[in-house]
């Protein structure tokens, strides 16, 4: 094998855990609600399995724009308070089209 074919491998591998990683760092609120759902008595298959999940992913993506938020705008005005958690809302609205296609899927 040439260095060039093993560094390509090496860059697919490190990209595969880099997606793994991300996805479950969006993620991981829907799979600890439907675990929830399951331990306290819910089928497999379930709406209300699904339903915790997502409830629980909702909330996780509504908080993290106001937590950017209360970072940038602490001892900031109003006005840049809100600046600032636009500008978080901007960085998680591509997770949030993401849970919303991924909420469409199941």
Do not use: N
């Amino acid at each position: 094998m040439s260095r060039t074919s093993k560094d390509s491998h090496g860059a697919v591998l490190a990209f595969v855990v880099l997606a793994a990683v991300a996805f479950g760092a969006v993620f991981w609120p829907y799979f600890l609600g439907t675990w929830l759902a399951v331990q306290f008595g819910a089928a497999m298959d379930s709406g209300v399995r699904s339903a915790a999940g997502w409830a629980l992913e909702i909330l996780y993506l509504a908080a993290v724009p106001l937590l950017v938020a209360v970072h940038k705008g602490l001892d900031l005005s109003r006005r840049r308070f809100l600046d600032a958690f636009a500008t978080g809302l901007g960085v998680t609205g591509s997770v949030v089209a993401l849970a919303v296609v991924a909420a469409a899927l199941t």
